[in-house]
Each structure stands twice: as C-alpha cells, then as structure tokens.
C-alpha cells in the first residue's frame, strides 16, 4: 500500500494512528506530499485525487481511496477484528455517529475557522476568506467541546470502553484546535483525562 500525506497535518495523523492501532504501518509506502508548497495542485497529485486533498491510500491493485473515514474503514478490516469501527451493526452505528459529530464539529470546524478566518497556509494556499462564517465555525468547535466532555464523563472512551476511529478523529481535532489556537476550555476535566489516556498508548510513535 502507498498513502500520500503530509505528516504534520491532522487527517493524515487520523490515517497514522489507525495502521498503528492495526499494526499496518510496516506494510504501508508514505510519500510526502508538500501541502504547503502547493504540492496538492500539481497535476501529478491531481490526478491520483481530483479533490486536491492528502490522504489518500492506494492499493496494491491500483485502488485509490481519497476520504479518511473510508481509508480508516478499509485499514480496519482488511486484518483482524475491526476494532475501530465497530463489532456488530450497532456499534457500527453508533460509531460511525459519533465520528461524523466529531468530524464536523471539531475537526473540520477548526479546520473552517484556521482557513477562513485567519491567515492560515498564506495568501498563495488560501484562496478563500469569509472571517464571518470561520469565526461562528469556532464557536461550534467549542460547543462540540463541551459536548465530547459531557460525552466522555461516564467512558474512557467516545464509543464506550475502547478506542474507536471517533477518538482517532477527535484527537487529530484537539491537535488541530491547539494549532490554530482554539483552547481547550480548563473545566473540561474529562477531556483532560482522555488526552492523558490517548497520548499514553504505543500508536501515538506514529505521529513523532
């Protein structure tokens, strides 16, 4: 398998940490594509993603997957149990809510306000402004703090005991928001302790 990525970036950490979690990373080719050098727009990448955007998995057949909630699921269950998105059609559900609340309302909200609202990768990556909507984006990230704090009082977890790609996707958000200079609230204890929890497991050496 080969992923094209830019390391530093937070959807490409969500790819990481999944084949760490599934002991894949030795199987997988990183190429490095410099996002903040345009790199993305070159017709050679657009090509492989008309989207523009890392990551991006390729399989061995030549299969290109472009999206990180279907590259995650795919990681999942091409070896052993799939642990990260789900045992049964219930948690799947479940699951599969909660990443998409995450997704949506933190990660790319952050992501939202970083690029709209302030100046971001620069004047030659940022080819769009609207302070208005990216300032109301960060308000919902904080809001969705709020939410995954209020979540996590009763698990060690988003999905209950263990971690799924719902915790993959919020941690590479909270990673997002510390860069863009969204703090987390100091009352959200429980999500101080998640972190604690989150930083602690082998998986996070893929992001070093």
Known sequence: MRIYDYKAFPNPARVRLALAEKGLQDGVEFINVDVPAGEHRKPEFLAINPSAMVPVLELE???????????TDYLDHVSGEPTLTGLNAKERGVIHMLQRKVEDGLLDA???YFHMATTGLGPDIELYENKDYGNRRRDIALKTMAWIDAKLADSDYLAGDRLTVADITAFAGFG???FAGI?????????AAWKARMG??????ALA
């Open 110 to 112: 952050v992501g939202n």
């Open 61 to 71: 057949d030549g299969t290109i997957l472009s999206e990180c909630a279907a590259i």
């Open 176 to 178: 997002f928001a510390d």
């Open 183 to 191: 703090e987390t609230p100091e009352e959200f204890g429980n999500i």
């Open 200 to 205: 602690a497991r082998p998986s996070m050496a």
